[in-house]
């Protein structure tokens, strides 16, 4: 039998009295591509940053291709990629040089570097600022990034948190196609997360919806609008978490998410 | 070897792009070089003591080490701020390694900095008992700012933000530096003082370096050493251990 390329099983994430995650469990087989929609701070990218290794789970068990995420840390950094919702970028290194150093720490082979980077440079339209500072970087710059970053190896499990917020539609369009490449050619799984309903609906095989740290609803879009009787993805969604704005527990979370903060409120003008 | 020398390059490239902080950096052991050395220096002539100066240098080498090394050690902080340790931290690279690369990074910059109010020093009249000793003179120091670089590491890695990295720091950096034999001979000390100083890893770097540079010394070159390498030991240890329970 085919092990599921992720795995949770009854992942709790509690801050103190805040339970982030309350028991989910899932699964995402190998090659898909699934998304995890919800509300601010409904808990998706705690549950990303726990498969990454970045924080230990309260109680539950977690596998990336059958291996236990918590107990052999190092194997599971071999076997995935991951495009932060935060900022993650060295602002006092060019582009080129985050590139380069990210292209190292993936132990990409160094006669593939150059033309690599280059490329995914281009496809993100930076090649031309390659040896700026990221410092004199606009938003939506250091967000493409981030995105050729992620893709400058090619792991077997690629997490993509909020990758497209702040991102033009054209720079959209193209890492949605790269991403659809990149899981048909090498049957990379993805893993993504988003506010946009539309692009969850057009790239996701399957979606998991989230809210208050629990899992409210997996399948298909055919599958969850049938189950919530309604005709769109986002009627469903809307069904499922309800039309309230989740103010007290993502806005009073101290600057944790302040990029998506700052993020929406550009957004918003 | 790739992912070592690309962390160090980063380190590298952080600071000679930072011309502030080259300049600022060095400044004040000058400044401790002048005003005690000077100052200082004629009233221990009075007294008929030793040349002050000579016996400062050492101790404001290995000052300018301590402090250049612990405050690297905000670069996790910021790093941590910035998102980028984040980048690190996923990354299919042993944390020992990461470590590694960092802080020999930061221990360069040290080196450098430490280098160079030694080259000051020399200018002013400092001379050591012959061309010779710089060598060993600079192993020590590399050995320190290793040591303390971690050091800096594993206290960054302990605390949350900037203000408790300052909070620790003045608690660990002043006392580490005064209560040790970078300022005075401890032959003279109080007893109380020359206590505490002989706990002291620094006193070791320092009586090491004085050894080496001078020919004179309170404690034997051999137990210099040892102290100096387990401090390495046991500094690195310290940061592994801290680096690795980081969560984000
Ligand atoms: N390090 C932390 N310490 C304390 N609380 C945290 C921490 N990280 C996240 N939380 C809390 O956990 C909850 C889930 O946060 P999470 O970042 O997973 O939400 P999210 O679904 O990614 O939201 P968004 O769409 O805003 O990115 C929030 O209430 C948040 O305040
Ligand atoms: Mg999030």
Redesign the interface.
Known sequence: MQRSAIEAEGVTKRFGKLVAVDDISFKVDGGEIFAFLGPNGAGKSTTIKMLTTMLRPSSGKLYLAGHDVTREQAWARKSFGIVFQDPSLDEELTAYENMELHAALYHVPKIEQPERIIDLLKLVGLSERKDSFIKTFSGGMRRRLEIARGLLHHPKVLFLDEPTLGLDTQTRNVLWDYVRKLSKSEGMTIFFTTHYLDEAEEIAERIAIIDHGKIVAVGTVKELTKKTKTKTLEQAYLKLTGESIRDETSDANDGLNMRSAMRIRSLRG | M??LS??WL?QM??YL??RSRIIGSIGQPLLFLLALGYGLGAVFERAGEIDYLEFLVPGIIMQTILFSSIFWGAIIIF?RR???L?????????RLKILSGSCSGGATISLIQATTVLAISVILGFRAQSIWVYIPALVIMAILSLALTSFGAALASSVEDFQGFQAINSFVMFPLFFLSNALYPLDSAPDILRILASLNPLTYAVDGLRYVLLGASHFSIALDVAVLLATLVVATMFAVRQFNRI??
């Open positions: 790739q992912v690309v962390l980063r490239r952080r792009r930072s790093d910035f998102g980028f984040s980048e690190l931290l996923v990354a299919p690279v042993s969560q984000i």
